[in-house]
């Protein structure tokens, strides 16, 4: 079984400029996280969707982030403007929602911002 | 965003020693996952845990719900050097499945 995809793998921006990351979860996979992990922390929630539906995105910088999940499969995260602290590893996962709710991660988009 | 809180923060461990970590809330919680992270890698979950109280096992890893619900516990057996990493817990309160992370583990071990 594959598992969730992510990309890029890396990315270098100015600030100020937009950036856009890309999540394919696991086949059948109901919700989607949309989760940022700054260096020495744990992951922090973003967004979550559920199918294509919005369920939490309470701690998603609304005036500078943005994602979606149109078809309720895969899912864009954008950033724009970029800010230095925007500098963080930005990791996808998914759940299959059978009623165990184990979160299955991808390997994460490196985001550096100059 | 509110986090959970492991302890130790790190730690550094001779190779075969048994390791032992936990993470507390302040709330209740009402499912517990633990993961392992290499550098440059994302989370792999090792257990999860889905009662107060329960016990699981995964090879030389065991993780137990703690029975207040507001804590975890991981033990690692025999520790070997592929064992180095950073080890997270996450709890969810809800249905929704919105987990919340630790500040995470940093696991050494010296060979």
């Known amino acids: 079984e594959a598992g969730v995809a992510q990309s890029p793998r890396y990315k270098i921006i100015e600030k100020r400029q937009s950036v856009a990351f890309w999540c394919n979860p696991i086949?059948?996979?109901?919700?989607l996280y949309w989760y940022q992990q700054i260096l020495g922390q744990g992951p922090k929630l973003l967004i979550q969707?559920?199918?294509?539906?919005?369920?939490?995105d309470s701690q998603l910088p609304k005036d500078r982030f943005s994602a979606e999940r149109l078809k309720g499969v895969d899912s864009t995260l954008k950033i724009q403007p970029a800010k230095l602290e925007d500098s963080a590893v930005y990791l996808c996962?998914?759940?299959?929602?059978?009623?165990?709710?184990?979160?299955?991660f991808g390997e994460g988009s490196r985001l550096t911002v100059l | 965003g509110q986090q959970l809180n492991q302890s130790p923060q790190s730690m550094f461990i001779q190779e075969g020693e048994d390791v032992s970590m936990n993470c507390t809330s302040s709330?209740?919680?009402?499912?517990w996952l633990w993961y392992k992270q290499d550098p440059g890698e994302g989370p792999v979950l090792l257990i999860a845990?889905?009662?107060?109280?329960e016990l699981t096992s995964n090879g030389r890893l065991t993780a137990q719900f703690g029975i207040t619900r507001k804590d975890s516990f991981l033990n690692i057996s025999a520790s070997i050097p592929s064992d180095v990493g950073i080890y997270f817990c996450?709890?969810?309160?809800?249905?929704?499945?919105?987990?919340?992370f630790g500040t995470g583990t940093r696991l050494k071990v010296l060979a």
């Open positions: 996962a998914s759940s299959l929602d059978s009623g165990t709710g184990e979160l299955f």
């Open positions: 086949s059948g996979h109901a919700t």
């Open positions: 969707f559920q199918n294509n539906g919005v369920v939490d």
């Open positions: 709330s209740i919680f009402n499912t």
């Open positions: 845990l889905y009662k107060a109280g």
């Open positions: 996450a709890g969810t309160t809800s249905g929704t499945y919105k987990y919340i």
